[in-house]
């Protein structure tokens, strides 16, 4: 296939790039940008100079694609989906412009306007695990946000089997500033991060409406979470730790059989044995989303822990996983990627 991706100059879209140039079923693999036409990509990043030596083109003359990965900023997919789709390619969004259904949330948490109703009716959530008859026929494919992905995929085999209070979960996340994106900031400048660890829009997190979207159709009711991001000075991964009242007494060794039972079948999730849990570096630069868990007995609350690489598993990994399901490959395809140690 001719594969195409727009937003390639960020983080996000040089993971891509990686992965889908050594991806068995890519054709070609175009790097488009609407900010830097004609600009060598090995200029933009010398550590592909002798690999990809093409300019980048704007994205306004892509042609001749069959499915274009959108790694944009928020705002930007919007308005380039439609022309995208009208001249009949598949779009992998990466940028949270058709995450929530809702367009009055759209606004409130991303100030902004959304994207056309049609679009967003069309537009299928990517979590790979958990909804893949959706996304084999999609033409739209809205790939989740790393926050999201990591507490999803911790939080989903205890909410589908209704076995929390669904008013109690809290999320403490932390990640790694490559999540910020390339742009420079003072929030990610070095003496400002160096040796400090901060937290950043407790409860105004624009991850948060998309978390609670996802929850409340597992469990059929609204729901409401606790949410607490932190930027910590490491550049990939992200750890969720989440806090959960149980609604039933369940021993540790209980909820690691039902963790590992519900995720028998998913190669990318690995769920870890009693006493043991994830850590970052374990998943660095691989797809793998790994959990522990534990029961605190004493005030009956479930301990969640999730690991991912933000850049893999929370952006350009699941995204290339979804490209595989939707076109009926084996969703492993391109992404059987060792983690990198130490």
């Known amino acids: ?83 995208l789709v009208k001249k009949g390619m598949k779009v ?4 949270g412009d058709f995450r929530l259904k809702d367009p009055r949330q759209y606004e409130e948490w991303y100030h902004r306007p959304p994207a056309a109703d049609d679009l ?13 008859v959706s996304i084999s026929s999609c033409r739209i494919l809205s790939n989740p946000g790393c926050y999201p ?24 996340a932390k990640s790694g500033v490559s999540g910020a994106g390339r742009k420079a900031g003072l929030g990610t ?41 932190h930027l910590v000075p490491m550049t990939r991964g992200i750890m969720a730790t989440m ?11 209980e909820l690691y059989e039902s963790y590992d039972s519900f995720y028998k079948g998913a190669p990318f999730v690995r769920v870890r044995r009693p006493g043991t849990y994830p850590q970052t570096k374990e998943v660095a ?4 989303c790994d ?21 893999m598993k929370g952006a350009a990994g699941q995204a290339v996983q979804n490209f595989n399901i939707m076109n009926g490959w084996d969703e492993q395809t391109g992404l059987k990627l060792l983690p990198m140690y130490p």
């Not at 992998?92 to 940028?95: G, K, M, R």
């Not at 400090?196 to 409401?224: R, S, T």
């Not at 004493?298 to 690991?307: F, K, L």
Request: hydrophobic content about 35%; some cysteine.
């Open 1 to 83: 296939m001719n594969i195409g991706i727009t937003g390639s100059t960020g983080y996000g879209g040089v993971e891509l790039y990686r992965l889908l140039a050594n991806h068995p079923y890519t054709e070609k693999c175009i790097l488009y940008t609407s900010t830097q036409g004609g600009k060598l990509y090995s200029d933009v990043y010398p550590h592909l100079s002798g690999i990809q030596e093409d300019s980048l083109i704007n994205v306004e003359e892509a042609e001749g694609i069959d499915v274009m990965f959108v790694a944009a900023p928020p705002g930007v997919s919007s308005e380039l989906t439609p022309k």
């Open 92 to 95: 992998v969004d990466l940028s």
């Open 120 to 132: 967003l009716k069309d537009a299928v959530y990517g979590l790979s695990e958990l909804n893949k």
């Open 149 to 172: 992905t990591a507490s999803l995929l911790g939080l989903a085999p205890l909410v589908l089997q209704h076995a929390v209070d669904p008013c109690s979960i809290v999320i403490d």
């Open 189 to 229: 400048h070095y003496s400002e991060l160096n040796e400090n660890f901060k937290v950043y829009k407790p409860g105004e997190h624009q991850h948060i409406p998309e978390i609670e979207q996802q929850l409340g159709l597992w469990m059929n009711e609204p729901a409401l979470i606790s949410f607490s991001p």
């Open 243 to 253: 806090y959960i009242k149980m609604a039933e007494s369940i021993t540790t060794d």
């Open 285 to 288: 630069g691989s797809n793998f």
């Open 291 to 311: 959990i522990g868990v534990k029961v605190d007995e004493r005030t009956g609350r479930a301990v969640i822990i999730s690991v991912i690489d933000n850049l």
